[in-house]
């Protein structure tokens, strides 16, 4: 018998093919994730039109929807920090499948509000649950990368949603529907979880199973390791409860000073990013542009999201991570301030809006594990589930004006509130963020 060798995790051990595999049902679940995310913002003229109602009566459905990411958000966090991360995936995986599916069955617009509010409920706890898991399950050297390409490949489902709407919506008025009916694919990493992925270890040994965590490093990656360091630096957090460890988030003055700042981050990334994928195909619309060129520059410009998702993985490290959010940031605003100054060309918005959204989601996808990296295991779920329910929250408010912004001042006005929230954040991550790429996860909290 082999003896074990005293590590930290997985720190300096090559990924194993295991870890693939566990990694892999995260690339599913993004993928259906996203497909929900994206899916409204190219059928919503269409279901105006099926409800009969116009955009500023549509608008809560936009923005009820990502109350419904706030309260997952938190809820998630809360429930992968009590049951285990793999547990959390499997129900959020099972819930926002059937949700989407149903939704897909309404008639009107409150049913179809409540189907979206839980929806948002599970996506946004699964999403939470993801971004830790993966941190958790690969090294110090190579946890910047994996997140990025693995939610990069499963964002390539916004171009496949997107050149699929281009088809499927034009053929009926109620063709909408089949890009919800898609829902039921969740199951496949639902599937998948259950045969390939392992619980956390790093939860298990903030839960006090430290031979549970032992196997799990040796499940994932073929290395007989000791963990009692480890266990004996979270001994003395293992006997706290999530709700012990949800109010200790509030009174530690170093954790809710993160949290006060990660949520401005956060919020300045996500407005802008969640007005373009939500309303963009409308403004264009109502700016006099044709349904089929705003379906296409829409398409266009969603195959630039896994492209800049990819692409995080590979400089998000870099300057300790706080360097490249703070720069993707800004640059997103300048992007944004030459879009709204575009005029009606094809070619120039299209270019544009492909730049954006490549810069926006690179950003997107390094401020992700950034969150969940800034808090210990016993609440990094909870951490970052609440900071990204506050942004959610600031998503929801910026998605229930936004048609009130763009009645009164058109794109100009749009531009000006995303280049606002974009320097906001941008600016924030470069004077009061911390670095953690390339840091074990202990040293950083």
């Known amino acids: 018998m082999a003896e074990k060798i005293s590590n930290n995790y997985f720190d300096g051990i090559p990924t194993h093919r295991n870890q693939l595999l566990a990694l892999m049902c995260v690339v599913f679940a993004y993928f259906f994730d996203q497909l929900d995310n994206n899916v409204l913002g190219f059928a919503a003229p269409s279901i105006m039109r099926s409800f009969g109602i116009d955009m ?34 499997m129900a959020g995986c099972f819930c926002f499948s059937v949700f989407t599916f149903l939704g897909g069955h309404t008639h009107s ?5 409540i189907f979206r509010v839980l929806t948002g409920v599970c996506i946004m706890g699964t999403v939470v649950c993801c971004v830790t898991y993966m941190i958790e399950i690969t090294s110090c050297e190579e946890r910047g990368k ?19 709407a281009v ?24 599937i998948m979880a259950f045969f390939f992925m392992k619980e956390s270890p790093r939860w298990l040994i903030s839960r006090g199973r430290q031979a549970e965590a032992e196997a799990a490093v040796k499940a994932l990656c073929g290395v007989d390791v000791d963990l009692s360091a480890a266990m004996a630096a ?16 509030l009174r530690d003055r ?5 949290t006060l700042i990660l949520f401005v981050i956060t919020a300045g990334q996500n407005i802008p990013s969640f007005i373009f994928l939500g309303w963009n195909n409308a403004f264009l619309q109502a700016s006099g542009v044709p349904q089929a060129d705003a379906l296409l520059i829409c398409s266009i410009g969603s195959i630039a999201i896994p492209l800049g998702v990819i692409f995080s993985g590979f400089i998000g490290p870099l300057g300790g991570r706080r360097i490249p959010l703070a720069a993707t940031m800004l640059l997103s605003g300048a992007i944004a301030v030459f879009y709204i100054n575009a005029g009606s060309d094809f070619y120039t918005l299209t270019a544009l809006y492909f730049a954006f959204q490549f810069v926006s989601m690179c950003c997107c996808m390094i401020l992700m594990p950034y969150l969940s990296e800034s808090y210990p295991t016993a609440f990094r779920t909870t951490g970052a589930g609440v900071v990204l ?22 794109f100009f006005g749009i531009g000006a509130f995303i280049v606002a929230f974009c ?15 390339r840091q074990s996860l202990e040293d950083v909290c």
């Open 56 to 89: 500023a009566t549509f608008a809560p459905a936009q923005s009820i929807y990502f109350i419904g990411m706030m309260a997952g958000g938190i809820l998630g966090g809360l429930v992968a920090d009590r049951i285990g991360r793999r547990k959390t995936f």
């Open 109 to 113: 617009l409150v049913p179809f509000v």
């Open 146 to 164: 994996w997140p990025g390409i693995c939610s990069g490949v499963g964002n390539f489902c916004v171009p496949i949603i997107g050149f699929v």
């Open 167 to 190: 088809k499927v919506i034009p053929l009926s008025p109620e063709a909408w529907r089949w890009l919800f009916y898609q829902g039921l694919l969740g199951f496949i990493p639902l």
């Open 234 to 249: 979270e001994s003395g957090r293992t006997r706290e409860t999530v709700r012990q460890s949800f109010a200790g988030l």
């Open 254 to 258: 170093k954790y809710l000073c993160r």
């Open 389 to 410: 329910a506050g942004g959610r929250l600031s998503v929801s408010a910026s998605q229930q004006i936004a048609p009130l912004i763009f009645a009164a001042g058109g």
């Open 423 to 437: 320097a906001v954040g941008g600016l924030t991550a470069l004077w009061l963020g911390w670095p953690t790429g």
